[in-house]
């Protein structure tokens, strides 16, 4: 009986090593795509960080464009209003 016993308790301790071993195997598997997935994540924010500065860099442009105008129209608005006010009475 305590062979009997002894092989059961042997084969019981194969069996939980083997589901570990393969459960290791397994999560040894989904790391690898994790980290994989990691590395091109990463690869993806640094590209869309570097296309958030060049955007950044235009909507500055424009903005300064965009005061250029202003200036401008503002100059024009002046011109066209002196002309109005000092026509002569006909």
Known sequence: MPNENGS??????????????DDHVQFR????????????????????AEAGKATDERLDKLAEAGKATDERLNALITIVDGLIRNRPQG
């Open 29 to 48: 598997e989904e790391h690898k795509l994790l980290l994989t997935a990691q590395v091109v994540l990463t690869d993806r924010l640094d590209k869309l």
């Open 8 to 21: 059961n308790r042997l084969d019981r301790i194969e069996r939980i090593l083997e589901l570990l071993v």
